[in-house]
């Protein structure tokens, strides 16, 4: 079975740092690009970063500069480390790991920016 366990979600001050994880169980974690999308009520869900199995990274051109993406295949977990937050960064923040015609989602984590 499948899981993918995000946390480090919370409340947190504008300019301020958050440090989002996700552990994967029940792939083969190192193959598979790994990620965060965001969504927000009434809005579609949108790309914050992504990073390959070969350690290629994109970002979403929100949050370039600021936001950071990295894996550890040891640990089976993908981190996205978040400064210079902003009140528009306030979504649930999904994990993904996908590989060619297979995704699998977490169930998400609420990041919320406000002073």
């Known amino acids: 079975q499948v899981q993918l366990v995000e946390s480090g979600g919370g409340l947190v001050q504008p300019g301020g740092s958050l440090r989002l994880s996700c552990e994967a169980s029940?792939?083969?974690?190192?193959?598979?690009?790994m990620g965060w999308y965001r969504q927000v009520p009434g809005k579609q869900r949108e790309l914050v970063a992504r990073?390959?199995?070969?350690?290629?990274?994109v970002y979403g051109d929100s949050v370039k500069g600021r936001f950071t993406v990295s894996r550890d295949n040891t640990k089976n977990t993908v981190y996205l480390q978040m400064n210079s937050l902003k009140p528009e960064d306030t979504a649930v923040y999904y994990c993904?790991?996908?590989?060619?015609?297979?995704?699998?989602w977490g169930q998400g984590t609420q990041v919320t920016v406000s002073s």
């Open positions: 993904y790991a996908y590989k060619p015609i297979t995704a699998y």
């Open positions: 029940g792939i083969i974690f190192s193959i598979y690009t």
């Open positions: 990073i390959t199995s070969g350690g290629n990274t």
